[in-house]
């Protein structure tokens, strides 16, 4: 399985869309497209749910893993996953991939970041300004250094959002050396999107 990983608002979307035309199977119960993403999010709502019962995404407490959640979440991968190659998405999973490693066979992690002044920007305003700067920075660097610790000595790609932008292909392309994909003409990404710089 891949797993998408990236700070809420760091183009995650954009990398799950290019993947999926590359062949990557996302499941079934995928969230709607909204006004903040019109494209779609490609993150299981299950899936979301359930990484949301072990810790908010928005607050700088690390989630606890719960057995009783990871028993469910097990149950909806082997239920919803089922067409490879498949991918899963879901920003919380940067503070989680201990227990991803455990409930996943052989998973290839594929980590993406944007420019932070950008990232902040997209999140406040993805949050109504709610939870402020400060805290969104301090947020987003909790979750990219658990992402990159927690993935070591796992197989994993590095790639950031701007570099997709810019030529999508080379991205697949670098994927491709660590896990198959099917690159054909099109990676779907829209350029119009990135109103953030």
Known sequence: MIVVLGFFRSGTSALCRMLNHCGVDFGKGLMSPSKYNAHGYYENHLVNELNQAMGHGFHLT???????????????????????????????????????????????????????????????????????????????????????NDTQGQRRVCVTYEELLNDWRNVAEQINETVSLSIGNDGGIDRGLNRYG
Not at 86 to 112: M, N
């Open 62 to 148: 690390k989630p606890e893993p719960r057995p009783e959640i990871i028993e469910t979440l097990s149950a909806v991968i082997r239920t919803r996953f089922t067409q490879e190659p498949y991918g899963i998405k879901d920003p919380r999973i940067c503070r989680l991939v201990s227990t991803y490693v455990e409930l996943l066979t052989d998973p290839t992690f594929i980590l993406i970041e944007r420019n932070e002044k950008a990232t902040i920007k997209s999140f406040d305003d993805f949050t109504l300004n709610f939870y402020g700067e400060r805290h969104a920075r301090k947020l987003r660097a909790q979750y990219m250094d658990m992402a990159w």
